[in-house]
């Protein structure tokens, strides 16, 4: 028999994801000098790109009889699913969130969250962190 | 000064094998279930442990608590999982399957056992890395939501 004693701390559990895009930061708002001195050269005109990394966590009780909080298949088909309609793709001229929404670091992981919250019920999405670079990251928690 | 709650962590490591294999289930359940973590010799990880410790800092000492003091508690606990298969040489999985949550979790316990009445300090999280892309935290809520 397996044990049922419940646990009061938090558990989560936590997989890394990779994706790769171009993207260029540029504002319809702003003039083309004002969007070079905010976005410098992220506002390449032809855009440049990034091999992101995306930290997912999930909370939850762990399943007794698993011993799991998520089972890892699920979570694998989740995230990747969202993360196919980014990878190997132009953000802002291949993906249509990003047509209209500016796709820096923070706008993306905004959109990686409200997506992921949709597939994970139960309020089980706990954290997200986005690498950008190896020196960038953005990071969101429920 | 002085009266803010300080985190401080420190890292171990430790190797160790484990099977996934529920007794309630069929070979045929577990094998959908648990895939290849059933083979019945197990399989092995280098765990990393990254232990978390939240206190006030000592004025006497400028710590939390002495790293070589945290180091000898945690290595008592860390020395019970190290080069064992954990399923059959550690008296913590018969009834439990242990994946990372379980033996966080396990962790967790007896670290703050081990630590418990030592000092004006206690046991805040543990994060466990299984591969350095698969990671648990346990974190000390007393508000669960």
Same mark, same amino acid.
């Given at each position: 028999?397996?044990?049922?004693?419940?646990?009061?701390?938090?558990?989560?559990?936590?997989?890394?994801?990779?994706?790769?895009?171009?993207?260029?930061?540029?504002?319809?708002?702003? @003039?083309?000098?004002?969007?070079?001195?905010?976005?410098?050269?992220?506002?390449?005109?032809?855009? /440049?790109?990034?091999?992101?990394?995306?930290?997912?966590?999930?909370?939850?009780?762990?399943?007794?009889? @698993?011993?799991?909080?998520?089972?890892?298949?699920?979570?694998?088909?989740?995230?990747?699913?969202?993360?196919?309609?980014?990878?190997?793709? /132009?953000?802002?001229?291949?993906?249509?969130?990003?047509? @209209?929404?500016?796709?820096?670091?923070?706008?993306?992981?905004?959109?990686?969250?409200?997506?992921?919250?949709?597939?994970?019920?139960?309020?089980?999405?706990?954290?997200?962190?986005?690498?950008?670079?190896?020196?960038?990251?953005?990071?969101?928690?429920? | 000064?002085?009266?803010?709650?300080?985190?401080?962590?420190k890292?171990f490591?430790?190797?160790?094998?484990?099977?996934?294999?529920?007794?309630?289930?069929?070979?045929?359940?577990?094998?959908?279930?648990?895939?290849?973590?059933?083979?019945?010799?197990?399989?092995?990880?280098?765990?990393?442990?990254?232990v978390?410790?939240?206190?006030?800092?000592?004025?006497?000492?400028?710590?939390?608590?002495?790293?070589?003091?945290l180091k000898k508690h945690v290595n008592e606990i860390v020395?019970?999982?190290?080069?064992?298969?954990?399923?059959?040489?550690?008296?913590?999985?018969?009834?439990?399957?242990?994946?990372?949550?379980?033996?966080?979790?396990?962790?967790?316990?007896?670290i703050?056992?081990q630590?418990?009445?030592?000092?004006?300090?206690?046991?805040?999280?543990?994060?466990?890395?299984?591969?350095?892309?698969?990671?648990?935290?346990?974190?000390?809520?007393?508000?669960?939501?």
């Open positions: 028999m397996l044990s049922k004693k419940p646990i009061m701390n938090r558990t989560v559990l936590y997989k890394i994801f990779e994706f790769s895009s171009a993207h260029r930061l540029s504002s319809d708002k702003l @003039t083309s000098e004002e969007n070079w001195d905010i976005y410098d050269k992220c506002n390449n005109i032809n855009g /440049h790109g990034h091999d992101y990394y995306l930290e997912v966590g999930i909370t939850g009780d762990i399943d007794p009889e @698993t011993g799991m909080t998520i089972e890892l298949e699920e979570m694998d088909i989740k995230v990747n699913a969202l993360l196919q309609q980014l990878n190997y793709k /132009h953000l802002n001229k291949e993906v249509p969130y990003f047509k @209209t929404t500016i796709s820096t670091g923070e706008n993306i992981i905004q959109f990686l969250w409200n997506e992921l919250d949709k597939s994970f019920t139960n309020q089980q999405l706990y954290y997200l962190k986005l690498w950008e670079t190896n020196n960038n990251y953005f990071e969101l928690k429920r | 000064m002085g009266n803010q709650q300080v985190l401080i962590t890292k490591e430790f190797s160790a094998s484990h099977r996934y294999w529920n007794e309630d289930w069929s070979k045929e359940k577990n094998e959908e279930i648990f895939g290849k973590c059933t083979s019945p010799y197990g399989h092995g990880h280098n765990y990393e442990l990254h978390t410790i939240s206190g006030r800092v000592d004025q006497n000492t400028g710590m939390i608590i002495n790293l070589s003091d020395k019970s999982f190290d080069h064992k298969f954990l399923n059959l040489d550690t008296p913590y999985f018969q009834n439990k399957i242990p994946t990372t949550e379980n033996i966080a979790n396990v962790m967790f316990e007896l703050e056992n630590i418990k009445d030592k000092g004006d300090f206690s046991l805040h999280k543990i994060r466990l890395y299984e591969k350095k892309d698969l990671y648990v935290d346990v974190i000390k809520e007393t508000n669960h939501e």
